[in-house]
């Protein structure tokens, strides 16, 4: 009887040691695929901000091919280009 017990014990342990280590090793990897789902959430904004930059450029360089007064307004403001006729006055505003 008192072996019975011991045989018992030994396997209690043995499925309550296992249990614990078993818990452990899903506990772990829960807080893994949590940290990965936040991983992919922050790449996942990363990506609809880069393909809503994608799309502005796209709609740029269409205007750019297309629209003529376009054009002409980016390389007057952007490189300050004036037509042959006009005259241009530039201000330095100092705080």
Not at 8 to 34: C, D, I, P
Not at 54 to 75: C, F, G, K, S
């Amino acid at each position: 009887m008192h072996v019975r017990r011991i045989i018992v014990t030994f396997y209690l342990l043995l499925f309550l040691s296992v249990g614990a280590g078993s818990a452990a090793f899903f506990w772990q990897t829960r807080q893994e695929y949590n940290q990965l789902k936040l991983i992919e959430a922050a790449t996942q904004r990363r990506l609809n901000e880069a393909e809503e930059r994608l799309h502005d450029q796209e709609r740029t360089l269409q205007r750019l091919r297309n629209d003529p007064a376009y054009v002409e307004m980016v390389i007057r403001r952007r490189l300050r280009y004036a037509k042959p006729d006009e005259l241009i006055f530039r201000f330095d505003f100092e705080d």
